[in-house]
């Protein structure tokens, strides 16, 4: 079946860093990929997606490309502030159903 | 204000004693799902409805029923609770799956913390 691994945290960064965080999948098909946050107390929120090999979902500073030849969707930024610290959920959409990551927390430093 | 509204947020509760949590969107979405969250394992997929005549199995719906008899609500029934079922959980709703997207994101509940003692 389809599964996602996205490297473990807690990321620990200072503020104006830049931050990636690796993801990786197993599929069958052509899945939508997917960047969720959550921060504390709260649901998750979608922060981009891609739905076809070479796309690029970018939204509030985070980028990520999906690379069909790596079965790849790392998720970077290039300069986070304190207020980007949450958990980060890489995910994949087969048909109806998602398959998420274990999430990364990161944390950002003043 | 668009949301999805889960109940109970909290509840406490034994082995064996059935339970309903409640989930309730007012977007007129198509599909809603159901997860839970849990440390180290990220979220799981329960079940998911793709519309009120189609509802299908996530990764890990063992012990767990759904309906759809309405398009805006999506219960979860627990029949008989048991101590590996405490966990967060959230529900979730978007237009359909293939508008999901910034513009009409899946819109998540803001959880029910179950414990089952």
């Known amino acids: 079946g389809n599964s996602v691994t996205q490297m473990e945290g807690p990321v620990t960064l200072s503020e104006e860093a830049f931050l990636t965080i690796n993801c990786t999948y197993t599929?069958?098909?052509?899945?939508?990929l997917f960047w969720y946050v959550q921060y504390p107390g709260e649901g998750l929120q979608l922060l981009l997606k891609?739905?076809?090999?070479?796309d690029k979902g970018s939204n509030k500073g985070f980028e990520a490309t999906y690379r069909k030849e790596t079965t790849s969707f790392h998720l970077e930024k290039g300069s986070v502030q304190v207020s980007d610290s949450a958990v980060y959920f890489c995910?994949?959409?087969?048909?109806?159903?998602?398959?998420f990551g274990a999430g990364t927390q990161v944390v950002v430093t003043p | 204000e668009a949301q999805v509204t889960q109940n109970p947020r909290y509840l406490i509760t034994v082995t064996g004693k059935k339970l309903t949590v409640t989930c309730s969107q007012n977007?007129?979405?198509?599909?809603m799902s159901w997860y839970r969250q849990d440390p180290g394992l990220g979220l799981r997929q329960i079940y998911y409805?793709?519309?009120?005549?189609?509802?299908d199995k996530g990764d890990v719906p063992e012990g767990y029923k759904v309906s759809r008899k309405e398009k805006r609500n999506f219960p979860l029934i627990l029949e008989s609770p048991s101590p590996n079922q405490t966990s967060l959980y959230f529900c979730?709703?978007?237009?359909?799956?293939?508008?999901?997207?910034?513009?009409?994101?899946?819109?998540f509940g803001d959880g029910t913390r179950l414990s089952i003692l």
């Open positions: 599929a069958t098909g052509y899945p939508s």
């Open positions: 891609a739905t076809k090999a070479d």
């Open positions: 995910a994949l959409r087969g048909w109806g159903k998602f398959q």
């Open positions: 977007m007129n979405h198509e599909y």
């Open positions: 979730a709703s978007s237009p359909d799956i293939y508008r999901q997207g910034i513009n009409q994101p899946q819109h």
């Open positions: 409805s793709m519309n009120v005549e189609v509802t």
